[in-house]
């Protein structure tokens, strides 16, 4: 028998296996007001077969019962206690450092200010209030006033906490900067970074949701390599890519293997299918199920696609990842091409074949 190498591990229907699935929210369960195609009808259904659904948010913005309500009005099943926001894992760690009482600088939103309060701390909107410390996050509204008084905190050395570091955020319209580009203006003008970063790819951010839900087989959900799926790994956890959100299949081809997922889908529809084995041959070859993806000269050849899209996607992962890595970042040289071409023809209206 060749030697194989499982790069994909075949699952039954995760909903069956995983008693918490930590779902991140931005670009998994809705982009901006709009829930994603499917997403209610999955995770309703994942409930019913005893999948419990948190929802982890590096989203600062909103405090829990918020976006508790905005689920509920997309025909989520979610009570407010089961979502997990950035702002009250970053309120949580000032809580750790200071007294009750304590002036905390908000550079962001509602959610933020909320989350202070509930640990007992006192936000403030300027270095004249005398604060202890500044926490930063994403709100929609933010403006040049704000960042400036950051700036002026960070300048001060004040212990400083961003909620998050995520560059972009999913909207209709595509990516928008997130609160890292933010975060990347302060630090710009402060002179330095921040001191703590909340939520994540942080793997406490996983492990306190986690234990928050009771949970002893979780799975995180999501559709960022560099926060969910990184995350997911650093806390020792399985990751389930979907691709309704940031990650695209050229990213999720060429990405290095601290960011890789154990398990990828379409949508969270798939958290109620079976997931077949994935595996690299001796000779570099992809296989899952009839897609079979070979290796050549550094160059990643569809031989056969198979009848399926996303086992043909699983395929060209299993061999995309055998290739070497190339610069500081750890990427695999990949012309992705090929394969999205291959995977457009078995599936011309897959709006994920990007």
């Known amino acids: 028998m060749p030697k194989r190498t499982v790069v994909l591990p075949a699952s039954p229907p995760l909903a069956d296996v995983h008693d918490v699935a930590l779902l991140d ?56 206690a089961d979502v997990v926001t950035s702002a009250q894992l970053a309120a949580g760690i000032l809580a750790g450092r200071l007294s009750a009482g304590t002036a905390v600088l908000v550079v962001g939103g509602e959610g933020l200010v909320e989350a202070l309060t509930a640990e007992g701390l006192r936000p403030v909107r300027s270095m004249d209030d005398g604060p202890e410390a500044v926490v930063q996050g994403f709100a929609p509204d933010l403006g040049w006033r704000d960042l400036a008084e950051g700036a002026r905190a960070v300048r001060a050395g004040l212990f400083w906490v961003a909620s998050n570091l995520d560059l972009t955020v999913p909207t209709p319209h595509g990516p928008a900067p997130g609160n ?79 960011a890789r997922p154990d398990l990828v889908g379409r949508d969270l529809a798939v958290l109620l299918a079976a997931h077949p084995e994935t595996v690299l041959d001796e000779d570099g070859r992809g296989r899952c199920r009839a897609a079979t993806v070979a290796v050549r000269e550094g160059a990643v050849v569809v031989e056969e696609p198979g009848g399926d899209a996303l086992d043909l996607l699983r395929a060209s992962c299993a061999a995309a990842w055998s290739l070497p890595e190339s610069g500081a970042v750890g990427e695999t040289q990949l012309d992705p091409e090929p394969v999205l071409a291959a995977i457009r023809r078995l599936e011309p209206e897959a709006e994920w074949a990007r």
Not at 38 to 44: K, P, T
Not at 45 to 71: F, I, M, Q
């Open 180 to 258: 890292g580009a933010l975060v990347d203006a302060v630090a710009a003008a402060g002179g330095r970074r921040p001191d703590a970063v909340a939520g994540k790819p942080e793997a406490r951010a996983f492990r306190d949701a986690a234990a928050r839900a009771g949970s002893e087989r979780p799975l995180a959900v999501g559709d960022r390599l560099d926060t969910d799926l990184e995350g997911a790994r650093a806390a020792g956890m399985p990751g389930l890519l979907v691709l309704t959100g940031i990650t695209g299949i050229t990213e999720l081809l060429r990405c290095p293997p601290e």
């Open 25 to 80: 929210l931005d670009g998994v369960v809705y982009v901006g007001p709009d829930a994603v195609p499917g997403a209610a009808d999955a995770v309703a259904a994942a409930a019913a077969r005893g999948l419990h659904c948190v929802y982890v948010t590096n989203n600062a913005s909103r405090p829990p019962e918020k976006v508790g309500a905005h689920l509920r009005e997309l025909g989520i099943p979610a009570d407010d």
